[in-house]
């Protein structure tokens, strides 16, 4: 009797320990996301209110780039190549999207800006990542980003060699090719589920 309830508890026990690291594998990324966007590890950037108007402590620059993932067919870039704007104060930028194909294709855009140490400096108030753009064959968008970089940065010692920003997005099919990429555990934060497909 002692030996079957010894076995049944090292089973039950093994079982637990089994679906506790399930568990943990599934709430891995959505873990590693909240604790970038709290942290601003990684160069997960920001979002949060707007800025306050006439805060200005210095000037940094925000460079912009564009890639979209092989295998989809946009042209996509920036409308602007940098910009250079008082901390603490809101600005808005342009990307453009253009389907090559004969066929309508829909992606999502991932982002995330460089260098890491500055995420938590970086307040994105507006953009269109994370949401499914179509675009019809031949069609050209424009999506606007509005951000604003926090004034502390310039207090900081760790960041006082940072006078260039780099803001990046890269389109993805599905966020399932963002996921197959890692592309998705790095990218900054967004409101709402997500759902990998």
């Given at each position: 009797m002692n030996k079957r309830w010894g076995n049944a508890w090292t089973a039950i026990s093994l079982a637990s320990v089994v679906l506790a690291m399930l568990g943990a594998s599934f709430a891995a990324i959505p873990?590693?996301?909240?604790?970038?966007?709290?942290?601003?590890?990684?160069?997960?950037?920001?979002?949060?209110?707007?800025?306050?108007?006439?805060?200005?402590?210095?000037?940094?620059?925000?460079?912009?780039?564009?890639?979209?993932?092989?295998?989809?067919?946009?042209?996509?870039?920036?409308?602007?190549?940098?910009?250079?704007?008082?901390?603490?104060?809101?600005?808005?930028?342009?990307?453009t999207a253009r389907n090559e194909a004969a066929t309508p294709v829909t992606g999502?855009?991932?982002?995330?800006?460089?260098?890491?140490?500055?995420?938590?400096y970086f307040h994105k108030t507006a953009c269109f990542c994370f949401n499914q753009q179509t675009l019809a064959p031949g069609q050209e968008m424009q999506f606007p980003v509005s951000f604003?970089?926090?004034?502390?940065?310039?207090?900081?010692?760790?960041?006082?060699?940072?006078?260039?920003?780099t803001l990046s997005y890269t389109f993805f099919r599905t966020l399932a090719d963002a996921a197959k990429t890692g592309a998705l555990a790095k990218a900054g934060p967004h409101v709402g589920p997500v759902a990998i497909q």
């Amino acid at each position: 009797m002692n030996k079957r309830w010894g076995n049944a508890w090292t089973a039950i026990s093994l079982a637990s320990v089994v679906l506790a690291m399930l568990g943990a594998s599934f709430a891995a990324i959505p873990l590693y996301r909240v604790f970038c966007a709290v942290t601003g590890y990684g160069g997960t950037p920001q979002i949060g209110p707007e800025a306050s108007p006439g805060v200005a402590a210095g000037k940094i620059t925000v460079r912009f780039n564009a890639d979209v993932n092989p295998g989809m067919p946009w042209q996509f870039a920036p409308e602007q190549a940098n910009l250079t704007l008082n901390l603490g104060d809101q600005q808005v930028a342009f990307y453009t999207a253009r389907n090559e194909a004969a066929t309508p294709v829909t992606g999502i855009a991932l982002y995330n800006v460089t260098p890491d140490k500055i995420g938590k400096y970086f307040h994105k108030t507006a953009c269109f990542c994370f949401n499914q753009q179509t675009l019809a064959p031949g069609q050209e968008m424009q999506f606007p980003v509005s951000f604003w970089v926090d004034p502390a940065i310039a207090t900081d010692p760790s960041t006082a060699d940072v006078h260039v920003i780099t803001l990046s997005y890269t389109f993805f099919r599905t966020l399932a090719d963002a996921a197959k990429t890692g592309a998705l555990a790095k990218a900054g934060p967004h409101v709402g589920p997500v759902a990998i497909q």
